[in-house]
């Protein structure tokens, strides 16, 4: 049977902050949906990666790694600080606290259905060995007694990245750089790796597996800049990794990274793959599901300069 081992980043946080509401909510779905697996003999490990100051609001059901001892700002200064952790720190300690099979990684803001770990062991077993499961975002809620009605919202559709399951022996192989979470291109950074590190990789669009309580988007606050320009340098990194590899996988992931963030010469890469067509195609219909889906006009700013630059 299939051994699973789970982390998250939990952090001490303002009331006033959406990730008060969010992460006990969190924490409880978690603790639920691993007592059903264990009620169907699946091994579900929980664990947490935090800086010291964050131990008091973290529950006992979540197995603590050693400290983070480092965060983005120790990397490179910022106009304004945020002590936000490096995904590979997180994933590093992880793939050290156990032999599980599989690895979990979700946004602490992201809550998980009561079968959450049966499915990803089913899916496991369909022969899966990567796999992204979108989101459902549902309405706004403030106490942990509500979840029962938290599971009954079907919720709408996200395109983001916030839940990857993959397999802890592939692990040694990524390349993350020094991508932080916190700010996109997250999603995008890990998502490529478990992409181009795998046999059969899946993105599950549509399954009623996890929630995130009404709309979020810190990251698009004004005066973080800067932080978005270096997540996106570091991740160009590794998309300039795998491609200099001649691994770097044609997926809907990969390409929408491309058209809309990246910075890289396509004069640089392999013609075949990165042609002007490639990355330009349907670009109207990408820029215009973006403006919809709400994210700041910045971020379209960024795809136009990449459209430019391509014709």
Known sequence: MVKIAHIINPVKIKKNSDLYVA???TFKTMQTAQELAKQ????????????PEDHEIIPNYLQKTPDLTRSILDVRAFKNSRKLPLI?????????????????YTNVDIAVLPHFYMSVAEII???????????????????????PLMYSK?????????????????????VLNNVF???????????????CNSQNFKLFTALHLTFHLGSDGSWKQKGLEDYLEFNIAETDKIYQHYLDNKVLKNHQ??????RLFSNINSSKSNST??????LSRNWLAMEMYYKLDGLSDRIINFGKKLKSDLT
């Open 154 to 174: 079907i919720g709408g559709s996200h395109a983001g990245y916030d839940c990857f399951i993959f397999r802890r022996d592939a692990y040694p192989k990524y």
């Open 40 to 51: 169907n003999d699946i091994t579900v490990e929980l664990y947490s990666a935090q800086f």
């Open 88 to 104: 590979k720190d997180i994933l590093d300690s992880l793939y050290s606290s156990t032999d599980a099979d599989y690895l979990i």
């Open 181 to 195: 979470i916190g700010s996109i291109p997250i999603g995008y950074a890990l998502g490529v790796n478990l992409i």
């Open 125 to 147: 077993n369909q022969g899966y060995d990567a796999f992204i499961v979108n989101r459902r975002t549902i309405g706004s809620y403030d106490k942990i007694k509500k979840i």
């Open 23 to 25: 992460q006990p909510i």
């Open 253 to 258: 992931i990969t390409g929408r990274y491309l």
């Open 273 to 278: 793959f990165f042609n002007k067509l490639q």
